[in-house]
Antibody, heavy 122, light 112 residues
Framework: EVQLVESGGGLVQPGGSLRLSCAAS????????MDWVRQAPGKGLEWVGR??????????EYAASVKGRFTISRDDSKNSLYLQMNSLKTEDTAVYYC?????????????WGQGTMVTVSS | QSVLTQPPSVSGAPGQRVTISCTGS?????????VHWYQQLPGTAPKLLIY???NRPSGVPDRFSGSKSGTSASLAITGLQAEDEADYYC????????????FGTGTKVTVL
């Protein structure tokens, strides 16, 4: 069974840092692009960023709202995706989801994790 | 700020047909990028409903259908059922944002 499990969320003060993890299983993680998507309480979905696979040099892309503050990385040997969040702002409060980008499905987000909540507040 | 616009809400009685529009521009849907649709039931993660404008992943009922024309796309739900009450989001990519993924504003479907 394909599964994504996020962890690492919690309460952090403005200006602080947090590292989220996404553990993948049930598929060949190293073959896939992986994205982070977030959802503020009561709001819609917002794309955060992407890491491509080794064949595409692990390049990354970020939304303008997080560029320069957030860093996406991956460890294919551990089937894990990470989101390092620095200089956090109150507007970063959201549920953070990791998702598989399915190139065979025209780059749709095929499978999503259950999400992990990040609260930025003093 | 979302670059794809959806109606905030649509509603229908059981058995009826409802449609959700997703309006973009020449830099996203109109540029030829595919549109995908996701269903988010209350308190759960989004689930892929339609990919590549009109294709259903395995397990998605054929009551759900998608289409795309010009700078817009639509999701139709026929034979509306109580379990279809959820939030629905369209998603595409945008060349003005360096090919980044973009989501629609979301639509709440209410079954009367």
């Amino acid at each position: 069974e394909v599964q994504l499990v996020e962890s690492g969320g919690g309460l952090v003060q403005p200006g602080g840092s947090l590292r989220l993890s996404c553990a993948a299983s049930g598929f060949t993680f190293s073959d896939h692009y992986m994205d982070w998507v977030r959802q503020a309480p009561g709001k819609g979905l917002e794309w955060v960023g992407r890491t491509r696979n080794k064949a595409n040099s692990y390049t990354t892309e970020y939304a303008a709202s997080v560029k320069g503050r957030f860093t996406i990385s991956r460890d294919d040997s551990k089937n894990s995706l990470y989101l390092q969040m620095n200089s956090l702002k109150t507007e970063d409060t959201a549920v953070y989801y990791c998702a598989i980008v399915a190139t065979i499905l025209e780059d749709a987000f095929d499978i999503w994790g259950q999400g992990t909540m990040v609260t930025v507040s003093s | 700020q979302s670059v794809l616009t959806q109606p905030p809400s649509v509603s229908g009685a059981p058995g009826q047909r409802v449609t959700i529009s997703c309006t973009g521009s020449s830099s996203n849907i109109g540029a030829g990028y595919d549109v995908h649709w996701y269903q988010q039931l209350p308190g759960t993660a989004p689930k892929l409903l339609i990919y590549g404008n009109s294709n259903r992943p395995s397990g998605v009922p054929d009551r759900f259908s998608g289409s795309k024309s010009g700078t817009s796309a639509s999701l139709a739900i026929t034979g509306l059922q109580a379990e279809d009450e959820a939030d629905y989001y369209c998603q595409s990519y945008d060349s003005s944002l360096s090919g980044s993924a973009v989501f629609g504003t979301g639509t709440k479907v209410t079954v009367l």
